[in-house]
């Protein structure tokens, strides 16, 4: 590092240690801007939460949590049940093995082979000896089973009952947001009622406009200066009528 690049580093490690200071000293600050930053948070995934894509975004991050609960417990059952039938075909074979040197035993009294019968009594026992702890651990495997079968089909029921509720949940938004949909275009439609309601109130304008109009106009025929001027018309017109009778009386006489 050249002498630069070292001052610039010692200056930012001073301004990140004055700003961690200043948090720690202000202490309130601090929570307030942590709880600010974590209702901002929730706040932004409940809305995210209100959609279906959200809705479903969530649940299928719960049902891959669930689906691996349930892969857990399935193979821990297998593997319980892989043991206990392991367990039950030793006992098996170890049955046959006790029954078989059982027999030699009483062959060996019959032929007064004393010292033989004994190899076999001690090999005897230890296979019931055997015997008994296998017993009691296939019993313990046995309920282990059972506990371990009752998990998974808790897990299971619970797993089947998150995808129903998902399946159910995301209709339900998606109908709500077409019936919001629905909704906002009616409101649109109100809204163009309301500009038939304005266009109403401009004709209706229009129509006091022409009633006023239409008053003026039957004010003026009636005033003395309409009458003047219709009368002033019905002489030049009287006027030329006797204009036009002469010439014709003039035009008959030659």
Known sequence: MNVGTIALVAFLTVV??????????????????????????????????????????FYNN???????L???????????????????RDLFAMKKEQFKITKEIEKCLDDNREDDAKQYAMRKITIDQKMEVLKETIEELKKAKDQQEEMRSSVKHDLDALKEEKERTVYQLEADQQIIALHEGMNAAASSNESDHMLERVREGARKQRERASGAQIAYDASPEAMNRRMEARSRDQEAENLIEQMKSRRGNK
């Open 16 to 57: 990140v240690l004055l700003i961690v200071m200043a948090l720690v000293l202000n202490k309130r600050f601090f929570k307030q801007l942590v709880i600010k930053f974590r209702g901002r948070t929730d706040e932004v995934m409940c809305q995210n939460a209100s959609t279906p894509e959200g809705a479903a975004d």
């Open 70 to 88: 349930y892969a857990r417990a399935d193979r821990s059952f297998i593997e319980i049940a892989g043991k206990l039938e392991n367990s039950e």
């Open 62 to 68: 719960a049902i891959r949590e669930k689906e691996e």
